[in-house]
């Protein structure tokens, strides 16, 4: 089994429907972020937690929201979907500071 | 703020030659770690390799190997004797030194490998 599980692969959904990204690890981590990856711009970090009770905003947090409802599950939420939020979706764990992060297999989404 | 460039976007090559990709990166840091993604067409990202930014030995992992150049801001990565399988995207990334908001990956916008038989 995957050390970090992201569901669903894939998503195909219509503007302005809320979607829910769900990311499992069993890594035993404390750290879990999420990144969204577009053509050319790399990975850009949305949100990202340091704990159950510590939730932050990363670089693109405008349209999404997160729940950390264990160490081990954080989920990702997108309110109002629209087009521009088509992209491939990362979740990603790490053991603390400076340790290299390990990635989930990614969600495609594709919002029409 | 913190800022990853990778200035090739796309480098396509013939089995068996050696390909160089290119990674300069911004910090006011003085204590930070690079690190270095793969991403193969089937999507995950697949880590290769960490330095921090007191060590400056370069490293040397098979076919591949990393040159960290504090002087020029530059840890390129070089491939010897590409093989297909090494068709990939590959991500250069920067962590800073821990503060309440530390450890978080900048990404440089990755460059994408095609290695042709």
């Known amino acids: 089994d995957a050390d970090v599980t992201q569901t669903p692969r894939n998503r195909i959904t219509k503007t302005g429907k809320r979607i829910m990204l769900e990311c499992s690890q069993t890594?035993?981590?404390?750290?879990m972020y999420w990144y969204r990856q577009d053509p050319g711009l790399g990975l850009r970090l949305i949100y990202y937690s340091f704990d159950v009770k510590d939730i932050n905003k990363g670089e693109i947090s405008d349209g999404y929201s997160v729940s950390r409802q264990a160490q081990a599950k954080f989920s990702l939420s997108l309110e109002s979907a629209i087009p521009n939020q088509t992209a491939l979706y990362f979740c990603?764990?790490?053991?603390?500071?400076?340790?290299?992060?390990?990635f989930g297999d990614g969600t495609r989404l594709s919002i029409l | 703020a913190q800022k990853v460039t990778q200035a090739q976007t796309e480098i396509s090559v013939v089995e068996k030659e050696d390909v160089t990709l290119d990674c300069v990166y911004e910090t006011r840091d003085t204590t930070y770690y690079l690190f270095w993604y793969k991403q193969p067409p089937s999507g995950e990202l697949v880590f290769l390799i960490r330095r921090n930014s007191f060590d400056e030995q370069n490293e040397i992992s098979g076919r591949y190997s990393w040159n960290f150049q504090k002087s020029t801001s530059s840890f390129n990565f070089t491939i010897t004797a590409s093989q297909v399988v090494d068709s990939a995207v590959y991500f250069c990334a920067l962590s800073e030194a821990p503060r309440p908001a530390g450890n978080k990956l900048t990404f440089g916008g990755g460059t994408r490998v095609l290695v042709k038989p």
């Open positions: 990603a764990t790490s053991d603390g500071y400076n340790q290299p992060q390990h």
């Open positions: 890594k035993g981590h404390d750290r």
